[in-house]
């Protein structure tokens, strides 16, 4: 090895080692916040409610646990919760597929620049702004209502389908391949580690949401509204506990389901 590799090779392990040391930091406490406040919650989760003083005893017991496992209120809204998350996830996928196809490979790079842009903007908003707004669209009398005479309809992706190559798309259709068969045996399997990186982050996001459910959906409950409903109203933070391990043990259950596919490790 010349003594130019030698060099180019010492400064990219420096760099990389600089990097990591850099990144250990912050990685380290995220990782301890993390764990610290999922312990705490199983701990506050096992605590009991006076029925008298409305104090929180420490009293060891599973009785928050077991209600929320077998009580058929828990039970409904948990499935409801799945159910809207994944919904919500595949509506999603769905509009962002065809926006995205075009901003990556149809749109001129100028157009293209907007579009992101354009995209891009609403994450700048507040949240609860952008809540308030989706419930002007989509009221009676909103700009959804009036834009389709009364009936309302109900983005990882695009950065997935920039890295599919043209060359593969063009050598499709040199083939003679359809439109939906290129779609189906070349862009899905190469898009499917972002459509998946995607599902993660609507889904969870989904699953423990409260705000938008209060301000834009109906009278049903979520397991987010439960949550904020024991801590706030109820004053009961234990049974709130107990109902907020739900979605984390089925985010852990999501996650190792998609851990099991791959899809992550080609991204």
């Known amino acids: 090895m010349t003594t130019a590799r030698r060099a180019s090779a010492y400064l990219t392990t420096h760099a990389r080692t600089r990097l990591a040391l850099l990144l250990a930091a912050p990685l380290t406490w995220l990782v301890l916040v993390y764990v610290?406040?999922?312990a705490a919650l199983l701990v506050t989760a096992l605590w009991t409610v006076d029925s008298f003083t409305g104090e929180i005893t420490q009293t060891w017991t599973l009785d928050n646990i077991v209600t929320v496992v077998t009580g058929a209120l828990y039970q409904a809204v948990t499935l409801r919760t799945i159910a809207v998350a994944l919904l919500v996830t595949v509506i999603d996928i769905a509009v962002a597929l065809p926006v995205a196809f075009f901003m990556a490979k149809v749109a001129s790079p100028r157009l293209q620049r907007v579009l992101v842009v354009a995209v891009l903007m609403p994450l700048w908003a507040s949240y609860l702004v952008k809540a308030?707004?989706?419930?002007?669209?989509?009221?009676?009398?909103?700009?959804?209502?009036?834009?389709?005479?009364?009936?309302?309809?109900?983005?990882?992706?695009?950065?997935?389908?920039?890295?599919?190559?043209?060359?593969?798309?063009?050598?499709?259709?040199?083939?003679?391949?359809?439109?939906?068969?290129t779609l189906r045996l070349i862009v899905l399997p190469m898009l499917w580690p972002a459509i998946i990186a995607g599902?993660?982050?609507?889904?969870?996001?989904?699953?423990g949401d409260y705000i938008t459910v209060n301000i834009v959906g109906g009278a049903n409950q979520l397991l987010g509204n439960l949550v904020y409903t024991n801590v706030g109203a109820a004053n009961n933070l234990p049974l709130a506990a107990a109902i907020a391990?739900?979605?984390?043990?089925?985010?852990?259950?999501?996650?190792?389901?998609?851990?099991?596919?791959?899809?992550?490790?080609?991204?």
């Open 132 to 181: 308030y707004a989706w419930r002007s669209v989509l009221a009676e009398g909103g700009v959804a209502d009036w834009a389709t005479g009364g009936n309302s309809p109900g983005f990882g992706i695009y950065a997935g389908l920039e890295r599919v190559p043209d060359s593969l798309l063009e050598a499709s259709s040199d083939l003679g391949a359809p439109t939906a068969q």
């Open 199 to 207: 599902s993660i982050f609507s889904f969870s996001l989904s699953l």
């Open 245 to 267: 391990l739900v979605p984390i043990v089925i985010m852990f259950v999501y996650l190792g389901a998609v851990r099991r596919t791959g899809a992550l490790e080609n991204l």
């Open 36 to 38: 610290v406040a999922l």
